[in-house]
């Protein structure tokens, strides 16, 4: 088997390929040029949409051309695979802040640059709007549209699943304008290949068919596993929500608590995953005899790195040593400035500083932690629901570290 292939096997994320032993051959004579898509429907992709543009990261290096295709056309309407319902219809001008965004995030995984380092695929970022947005409906229906049966396009698992829910006819030509998109990167740029989450099956088959009849080689489609967590949860969430790569939407030092507190069941798959640790390093880490937390620790601080930059994974790295450590370094831990005056006189209710701090999203849920015994400020535990927290009770840097249940914490400083 092709060597890039090969590595995408070794690390687990392959599912299906439409033709492996073709396409592993036409790896070995060419550098192919290959696609992946998203679609820009929120501010911030999540750790769920990155795994296909780490498995674009190895073939990158193996010297493969990657395109990063936004799908700024197609974000206008929404993609109904693996969706229960349909997406909000957003306005073109947040689609194009978002595809914006993500454009940057995507650069932490992949290499832009115009000259990319010897050995390295050369990248591009392109934007479907771009073809997609002055497309002639009519001309588009006679030139790509005869191409496709309903009756096909129903058999395909996404679309048979949202039929019992109600489908929408704007979501239904979803196929073809992803197909379109295979098509118009065949022609402007020879990509041969497109890859995607398990449930890009159907789009993948069809753009490939598209090219074919009209004229093309044949193309190739390479799909990766969905992840899950070993607790059988969907990658990607946590107790505050989606796990975004946007620093405004959630924090690096989250990230990296994320990360720090998976399983051990999940710890080395992940690391294959979502870090660019060699494989036989990975291995050490996945030694019996080893401590698993050394392993944890060293994907949470790997993947920070990637996503938040060796700035904010040193920062993140001290901020969770600081928990065990007296005089450590807090800077990298989320917090927040609260007048000293909120704390004279009776002080604040231990309620409203946990719903104050965003670990609680009401004091609802505060009294719950606290009677629960999951409360903690300054490292002792709050069981009473009435108690108050006056000034003097923090410590000698004038904050308040507190923790709710066993992983997560927030730094109150007094001015």
Request: with cysteine.
């Amino acid at each position: 088997m092709n060597k890039a292939l090969q590595t995408l096997f070794d690390r687990g994320f392959v599912k299906d390929c439409t033709n492996l032993d073709a396409l592993s051959d036409l790896m070995d004579k060419e550098k192919v040029t290959f696609y992946c898509g998203t679609d820009p429907t929120g501010a911030s992709l999540h750790i769920g949409h990155i795994v296909p543009f780490f498995a674009m990261h190895h073939l990158q290096e193996a010297g493969h051309n990657p395109i990063a295709l936004v799908g700024g056309g197609t974000g206008l309407i929404g993609d109904p695979s693996g969706k229960t319902e349909m997406r909000k219809i957003l306005s073109v001008e947040q689609i194009k802040s978002n595809a914006e965004r993500i454009k940057d995030q995507l650069s932490s995984v992949i290499d832009f640059s115009e000259n990319p380092k010897p050995g390295l695929g050369r990248a591009r970022l392109m934007n479907n709007a771009d073809w997609l947005v002055d497309l002639n409906y009519i001309q588009f229906l006679r030139d790509v549209g005869k191409y496709f049966s309903v009756n096909r396009m129903l058999t395909f698992e996404g679309v048979k699943q949202r039929l019992e829910r109600g489908l929408s006819f704007i979501e239904f030509n979803y196929q073809l304008l992803q197909s379109y998109d295979f098509k118009v990167l065949y022609d402007r740029t020879g990509c041969r290949m497109q890859i995607g989450g398990a449930d890009q099956w159907g789009n993948i088959v069809a753009g490939i068919d598209l090219i074919q009849r009209m004229g093309g080689p044949e193309c190739f489609g390479l799909t990766f596993n969905l992840i899950m967590r070993s607790d059988g949860k969907k990658m990607g969430k946590s107790e505050k929500g989606a796990v975004f790569l946007a620093a405004d939407m959630y924090s690096p030092y989250d990230f990296y608590q994320y990360w720090r507190n998976v399983t051990d069941e999940d710890t080395i798959r992940f690391m294959k995953l979502f870090t660019f640790m060699d494989l036989d390093e990975i291995a050490e880490y996945a030694d019996p005899a080893r401590n698993i937390n050394e392993a944890k620790e060293k994907l949470a601080y790997e993947v920070t790195r990637i996503i938040h930059g060796q700035e904010e994974a040193d920062k993140a790295l001290a901020a969770a040593k600081a928990l065990f450590s007296v005089g450590a370094d807090k800077e990298g831990m989320p917090s927040k400035e609260v007048s000293r005056t909120e704390f004279e006189g009776k002080g604040m209710g231990i309620l409203n500083l946990f719903t104050l701090s965003g670990l609680c999203a009401s004091n609802g849920e505060s009294r719950r932690i606290v009677t629960q015994g999951g409360a903690e400020v300054n490292g002792t535990k709050i069981t009473d629901p009435k108690t108050m927290i006056t000034a003097d009770m923090a410590d000698e840097n004038g904050e308040f570290i507190l923790k709710a249940g066993k992983k997560r914490f927030f730094r109150i400083v007094i001015k």
